[in-house]
């Protein structure tokens, strides 16, 4: 979320418990939720996921003799793999499926 610009600086802070995370937010937040239970997701299943969880904007692309209607995502679902914790769009990238922990927009 840092990566992306969706929140600041982060602390974590020991009360001899549990602990808290202090999270300082930069106000580009819209929503966030927790996908429970983890489900699995393989590398082409990814893309499924982020059409159910995410918003869209639809954008028109004009080629050359034909119009097109490019559907586009923004916001992250975050992801658990062997690689360690991603965002979809890396976990495309590097070709590995994982566990679906939550999402953000």
């Known amino acids: 979320m840092q990566k992306h610009g969706y929140i600041g600086e982060f602390e974590y802070v020991d ?3 549990a602990g808290k995370i202090v999270v300082e937010l930069n106000g580009r937040l819209n929503k966030c939720g927790v ?4 489900f ?3 590398v082409k299943e990814i893309e499924g996921w982020t059409a159910r969880l995410l918003p869209s904007r639809q954008v028109r692309s004009f ?3 034909a119009s097109s209607l490019f559907v586009v995502q923004f916001g992250f679902i975050v992801l658990t793999t062997s ?3 991603m965002d979809h ?3 495309r ?3 590995v499926g994982g566990k679906v922990l939550g999402f953000f927009y």
């Open 15 to 17: 009360d001899h418990r």
């Open 93 to 95: 990238r590097k070709n």
């Open 89 to 91: 769009e890396e976990a």
């Open 63 to 65: 080629v050359i003799r």
């Open 35 to 38: 996908i429970s239970p983890r």
């Open 40 to 42: 699995d997701v393989g």
């Open 83 to 85: 690689a360690g914790i």
